[in-house]
């Protein structure tokens, strides 16, 4: 399954896409969370072992609360995501773009059991390849999404610093995309660059780099770099 993208209009008309993930880095975030909660069921065991009956009591308790309650807390407090879904660059949110809260947490994850019919997370499986946005039966009763988690960017320097007025006056939502571009061409290959850049060849006058270069002096000059 591919992964797609889900797109919500925010109330100020602000356009989020939200990259839906598959049931495959899903399936990876789980098997590391589920390594994790083993991994500390087996240092509980170790350890109240040594009490007997009485320290098998508390085991059980424990077993409980942190294959029930792992999940839980971890998404409503660490923004979403569990470290499995965090070394796979996941986090869950509500289906709005919204972080995920308690109520959606804690309903996501008591309806595992459902998922996890007949056995093996069958109905769940199946139900993210049938649903566009990959979503379990959780996900959708919850109304919650499981998304890549967009890693911060470093600034990018700016890629020439003199000034060039533009030959005409441009719309409003022509200097937006001309700024745009400017912020995110950076991270273009030159060949991309020069391919957006020849689409202003009315505006620049030019192609291939020299037109980049006048796109770039015509953002500075926007943005009052002169």
Known sequence: MLDTYREVVTPEGVALHLPAAGPVPRALAWLIDFLVRAGVMMAMGTFLGAFGRGGAGFY??????????????????????????????????????????WLAAFTRNLLRVVDMLPLAYAAGLVSSLVDPWGRRLGDMVAGTLVVHDARPRDPQPAAVDTALAPSIALRPYEQVALVA??????????????????????????????????????????????
């Open 60 to 101: 059980a308790v424990a077993m409980f609360l942190v294959y029930w309650f792992y999940p839980i807390v971890f998404e409503a407090m660490w923004n979403g995501r569990t470290p499995g879904k965090r070394s796979m660059g996941l986090r869950v949110i509500a289906a709005n773009g919204a972080p995920v809260g």
């Open 181 to 226: 571009f400017a912020e995110r061409a950076p991270r273009l290959s030159e060949a991309r660059q020069a391919e957006l850049a020849d689409l202003a060849e009315p505006l620049t006058g030019a192609r291939g780099t020299a037109a980049v270069t006048r796109l770039y002096r015509m953002a500075n000059w926007l943005l009052g770099r002169r």
